[in-house]
């Protein structure tokens, strides 16, 4: 059985991938950071060279929301990009033949809005409320690129999935993305009975979003013929939603019946973050899960481990 690493295996995204019933087809290794400091160059080395994976999913890394963000930009510039160069500097070591890197719709210009193709990566100014985390993961993206310019015989990959949600998602309101956080506000509203719900912005702001085991479906579909797919890969539905959107069909699903109030001086990121998926529909691939089956999963997870 063909040995695979994966790096962030108690985050949402690694542990929907070990739910997922395709990784059954896979030796699993997901070290914790206790086991595998990823930064820690010399013992990341020494583990890929012990171990010898045949093929790797980088899921780690500091990930938060705005607020977490906007806090603290140096952390999520500094952590990302050490973690990102340290494995992929192992991997190199290793001669690990297959490399999945997953980056960010974070790296793409905040000024385009949608059908954000991957050749638009670094031709126009970052969003400035998470630049540090999305400068973080082009160096990674193009380090994983140059790699397999320089040795054809690797099968080196980014995916660059728009914005997740799903079991295993962080709901902790000061580092969680819109729609937990959006989940966690109205469920909280209705049990206190508020009866008025406040919305960052004017509502309008779009954003896409992606069922995590989606996402975990298209990382094994990928992992099976890393060849068959573009060294650069956009990864969503292709549709988007306004935040007012996203916070009725979540009351929707609650049972939440209040009103909504907006604070148009709150920050709300980029208007719009719509990627192109040409080339996944090129691929053969599209997720599966309606937004409201997958909010409605995410809320009973929810109810079940975090209310």
């Given at each position: 059985?063909?040995?695979?690493?994966?790096?962030?295996?108690?985050?949402?995204?690694?542990?929907?991938?070990l739910a997922h019933p395709g990784i059954a087809a896979w030796q699993v290794m997901a070290p914790s950071r206790a086991e595998l400091d990823l930064c820690d160059a010399a013992a990341t080395r020494d583990w890929l060279l012990r171990h010898r994976p045949q093929a790797v999913v980088?899921?780690?890394?500091?990930v938060g929301g705005i607020q977490a963000n906007i806090a603290e930009p140096v952390r999520f510039l500094e952590e990302n990009a050490r973690i990102g160069l340290?494995?992929?500097?192992?991997?190199?070591a290793a001669r690990v033949p297959v490399l999945l890197n997953l980056s960010s719709s974070c790296v793409y210009p905040r000024d385009l809005g949608r059908d954000l193709?991957?050749?638009?990566?670094?031709?126009?100014?970052?969003?400035?409320?998470?630049?540090?985390?999305?400068?973080?993961?082009?160096?990674v993206m193009r380090l994983v690129e140059y790699a397999g310019r320089e040795e054809p015989g690797l099968s080196w990959r980014t995916l660059i999935?728009?914005?997740?949600?799903?079991?295993?998602?962080?709901?902790?309101p000061a580092r969680s993305h819109l729609l937990p956080a959006i989940i966690d506000k109205l469920h909280r509203a209705k049990i206190a009975g508020a009866d008025e719900v406040e919305i960052w912005g004017d509502g309008t702001a779009r954003r896409?979003?992606?069922?995590?085991?989606?996402?975990?479906?298209?990382?094994?579909?990928?992992l099976a013929?890393?060849?068959?797919?573009?060294?650069?890969?956009?990864?969503?539905?292709?549709?988007?939603?306004?935040?007012?959107?996203?916070?009725?069909?979540?009351?929707?699903?609650?049972?939440?019946?209040?009103?909504?109030?907006?604070?148009?001086?709150?920050?709300?990121?980029?208007?719009?973050?719509?990627?192109?998926?040409?080339?996944?529909?090129?691929?053969?691939?599209?997720?599966a899960t309606p937004l409201c089956q997958g909010i409605?999963?995410?809320?009973?997870?929810?109810?079940?481990?975090?209310?």
């Open positions: 059985m063909t040995r695979l690493l994966l790096t962030g295996g108690t985050g949402m995204v690694g542990r929907n991938l980088h899921a780690a890394g500091r340290n494995l992929t500097a192992a991997c190199r193709a991957e050749e638009q990566v670094l031709t126009g100014t970052l969003e400035p409320t998470n630049e540090g985390y999305a400068l973080a993961k082009i160096m999935p728009c914005n997740l949600y799903g079991p295993h998602d962080s709901f902790d896409e979003f992606m069922y995590a085991p989606d996402l975990a479906d298209a990382i094994l579909r990928a013929d890393p060849g068959a797919m573009p060294p650069v890969m956009n990864v969503g539905p292709g549709e988007d939603h306004s935040i007012d959107d996203y916070y009725r069909i979540a009351a929707e699903v609650i049972g939440w019946r209040g009103r909504f109030r907006h604070d148009p001086t709150r920050p709300v990121g980029m208007r719009q973050k719509l990627l192109s998926v040409a080339r996944q529909a090129a691929w053969g691939w599209a997720p409605a999963a995410t809320y009973q997870h929810y109810l079940e481990h975090h209310a």
